[in-house]
């Protein structure tokens, strides 16, 4: 494991902050800033601050600064966004010229990010409007807690007491504002542009869409309308034209089929399709296998361990945990046809009861963890993870996370999705049965039987150590000396980049 950089300084600097106007992004100044404040540069800094200032105050009166960024030709959202636009742009720039040692390259192998000023509209706007995003209920308890959602209450009957506050009703089509919030506070973001390996898009296009997916009367062109937007905007800047969008990235909180609409009147959006997508990288619950630019990252639990004691005290009470269910299945039971496969596998498992636990997850009861199924998972050995109405599942980390060794029936369930995260050697960590043996009555029972007590160990001791690459930590930088699934996921993309260099491969 490569240790996390202790370099940086604490999130807030103790010295005085400077009056910058509103328009300004501080967290982006300050970041910029951090090297010199911790090297005692004070001398320096308020020479700084004023120049700065004064800068910023002749730039900010101007009104004929040129629009670099401008967002001409795209729908234009509001006169505000665009003198956000204008300003912070400005104030990059001045940034750039004073910030050409900020890190060393040693701590960032792979190079660093740069986050694009998007219009609020892209992103927070969409969260502010949580109460209307869907049209059954609030997301706004969901969208909570930089997308952790609400502390999870109650759960302290089923984990030890000192671990509980890891754990939080975690909603799964939530990476977008997980992403955005660590991306910000990312050892290796960088604010320069120029020095930068890789941009990443925050714009949120699942949440911008969920409202129109399940209204039978939205439009193909509402859900869209943020892509198409963003795309015209991003294409525009020196970065994306310079790399034809390569070095490019974005996370989708929703699986990719919800963007791969090819007909007017199918389902989802045809964000994917859009040729200006076309070379950008997408982090995404579910990838399509056969598109090199989608990568598979892991849905979110709901546990977001707050230090490497907290991971460590996890992994020993999994490890150490009394099962007493040989398998179990979590699901939604009700609308499930006889032919169904998941049918098949729901009788096997009411017929065993003795083996098989099942827990019915039905409506959206399952769709941010409660403790029943954390408890099932934390006393079965095995856990069936048969496709739904996609591929994967989310269920699929509930399982792992609680120390519990997945059963598969599709390869595409996790083996070619999550590479970045799950081991090369399936057999390893999980268990492969094929479909059509249990469709023709192979039962499951028989042949998890089959498998030795040391064999089941030690799968179980290889789902334990993945657990830290599959989780989403508390704080916003991360945890110190281990690295989680958002550091995993960025460091793999940086990587892809690398690779590239030197003449691009298309795959
Ligand atoms: C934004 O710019 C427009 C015209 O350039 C100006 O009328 C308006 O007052 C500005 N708004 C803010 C918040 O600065
Ligand atoms: C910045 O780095 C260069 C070499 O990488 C070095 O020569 C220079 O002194 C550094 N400047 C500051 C202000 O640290
Ligand atoms: C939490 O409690 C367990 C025992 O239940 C103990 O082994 C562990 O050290 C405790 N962890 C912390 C951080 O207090
Ligand atoms: C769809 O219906 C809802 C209410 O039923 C309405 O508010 C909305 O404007 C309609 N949208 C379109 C595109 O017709
Ligand atoms: C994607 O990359 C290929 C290969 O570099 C390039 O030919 C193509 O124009 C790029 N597409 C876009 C939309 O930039
Ligand atoms: C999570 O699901 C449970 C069970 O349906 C529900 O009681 C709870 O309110 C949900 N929490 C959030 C934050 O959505
Ligand atoms: C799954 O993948 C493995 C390895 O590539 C292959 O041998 C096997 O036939 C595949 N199974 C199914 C059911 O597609
Ligand atoms: C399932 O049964 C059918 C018909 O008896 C047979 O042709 C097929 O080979 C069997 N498949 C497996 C995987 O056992």
């Not at 290796?188 to 990443?200: I, K, M, N, V």
Request: charged share 20%.
């Amino acid at each position: 494991m490569l240790p996390i950089s202790h370099t940086a300084s604490p999130d807030q600097p103790a010295n005085p902050k400077p009056k910058t106007p509103e328009v300004l992004d501080r967290k982006n100044l300050f970041n910029s800033l951090k090297p010199y404040l911790s090297f005692h540069h004070r001398r320096l800094w308020f020479f700084l601050s004023v120049v700065l200032l004064q800068l910023l105050l002749i730039l900010l009166s101007a009104p004929s600064i040129p629009l670099s960024l401008s967002t001409a030709g795209t729908p234009n959202p509001s006169p505000t966004i665009q003198n956000l636009t204008a300003s912070s742009t400005a104030a990059t720039t001045i940034i750039t010229t004073i910030n050409k040692n900020s890190t060393t390259s040693g701590d960032c192998p792979f190079g660093e990010v740069y986050i694009y000023n998007l219009p609020p509209l892209f992103n927070t706007e969409i969260v502010k409007n949580c109460h209307d995003l869907n049209p059954w209920s609030s997301r706004c308890d969901a969208l909570s807690n930089s997308g952790f959602g609400k502390t999870a209450t109650g759960i302290s009957t089923v984990v030890p007491e000192n671990i509980s506050t890891a754990w939080f009703w975690t909603d799964q089509f939530s990476t977008e504002l997980i992403y955005h919030n660590r991306m910000r506070n990312y050892r290796c973001r960088t604010l320069e542009p120029e020095s930068a390996t890789a941009f990443y898009i925050p714009l949120y296009t699942g949440l911008a869409i969920e409202k129109y997916l399940f209204t039978s009367n939205s439009t193909a062109q509402e859900r869209d309308q943020h892509c198409k937007m963003m795309l015209d905007w991003v294409s525009k800047q020196p970065y994306f034209k310079k790399s034809h969008g390569w070095n490019h990235f974005i996370s989708m909180g929703r699986i990719s089929w919800d963007f791969r609409r090819s007909k007017e009147e199918d389902w989802g959006s045809s964000c994917i399709y859009m040729p200006k997508m076309r070379n950008i990288t997408r982090l995404l619950i579910e990838r399509n296998p056969w598109d090199y630019f989608d990568v598979g990252i892991p849905y979110p639990t709901g546990f977001h361990p707050s230090s490497a004691a907290d991971i460590i005290n996890w992994q020993e009470f999994v490890r150490t945990r009394r099962r007493n269910t040989l398998f179990c299945f979590a699901g939604a039971t009700r609308g499930i046809i006889k032919n169904d496969f998941r049918g098949i596998l729901l009788s096997q498992c009411y017929s065993e009861s003795d083996s098989c636990r099942v827990v019915d997850c039905a409506g959206t009861k399952c769709a941010n963890g409660t403790s029943e199924i954390l408890s099932t998972f934390l006393d079965s050995n095995f856990c069936l993870q048969p496709r739904g109405d996609s591929f994967t599942r989310r269920s699929i980390f509930d399982c792992m996370v609680a120390g519990s060794i997945p059963i598969f029936f599709w390869n595409r369930t996790a083996y070619v999705q999550y590479e970045l995260f799950l081991p090369a050697e399936p057999d390893s960590y999980s268990v492969f049965i094929d479909r059509n043996e249990v469709e023709n009555g192979t039962s499951i029972k028989s042949v998890l039987e089959k498998i030795s007590k040391e064999k089941v160990k030690k799968m179980r001791e290889k789902v334990i150590e993945i657990i830290p690459k599959i989780v989403y930590a508390k704080p916003d930088k991360g945890l110190e000396g281990l690295k989680d699934a958002f550091d995993v996921a960025v460091e793999g993309v940086l990587r892809r980049n690398k690779l590239q260099e030197g003449g691009y491969k298309w795959k």
